[in-house]
């Protein structure tokens, strides 16, 4: 299957949400033996977010059908894509993906959701999680600066210690 058709299939099912029926679906496209070919970072907005629709639809028909695709996933290209070209900035398309899809990869690229069922979920998880990571770093950061201010009161008190002791032996003269 040239590129063109490619496209107009995609686009043709991202304007349905729906997979045609097989008659249509070429073998190649009823197991993922296709990827997307070049050019489509060349098409207008309108049909870079059907082909993207179309993607999602058709990789989750593969994904559903044991073609676990993964990382591989076109999808994730095409939606930086789109928000590259600032056509998703309320992450509206993004949320329809994230839904529909069974790949965790769909469309942000994270591998995992960890548990969000809306990518507004995801994006505050991802937010929260940057926070306390920064919270972690800053009480591990004073945990090591208490071990040295502990481990240098210990050094002085045995140092002190060792003082009057050498004193009480006569190793060390009163000044």
């Not at 990827?35 to 989750?60: A, T």
């Not at 676990?68 to 600032?86: A, P």
């Not at 998880?125 to 090591?144: F, I, L, P």
Request: glycine share 6%; proline share 3%.
């Amino acid at each position: 299957m040239d590129a063109s058709n490619y496209f107009n299939l995609l686009i043709g099912i991202g304007k349905t949400n729906t997979l045609p029926d097989s008659a249509v679906l070429s073998d190649n496209l009823l197991t993922r033996r296709v990827f997307l070919p070049d050019g489509w970072q060349e098409l207008p907005d309108s049909d870079l977010l059907l082909l993207f629709k179309g993607l999602v639809v058709l990789e989750e028909y593969w994904f559903t059908s044991g073609e676990h695709i993964g990382s591989t996933t076109d999808t994730k290209f095409v939606y930086r894509e789109l928000k590259n070209r600032q056509l998703d900035d309320d992450y509206s398309i993004g949320n329809w993906a994230f839904q529909l899809s069974s790949n965790p990869y769909v469309p942000l690229d994270s591998g995992n959701r960890h548990g969000a069922e809306t990518i507004y979920d995801y994006l505050k998880w991802e937010k929260d999680y940057a926070s306390r990571v920064a919270d972690e770093m800053e009480e591990a950061a004073h945990r090591r600066e208490e071990k040295k201010r502990l481990k240098a009161e210990q050094h002085a008190k045995r140092l002190k210690e060792k003082e009057i002791r050498d004193k009480k032996l006569g190793f060390k003269k009163d000044d």
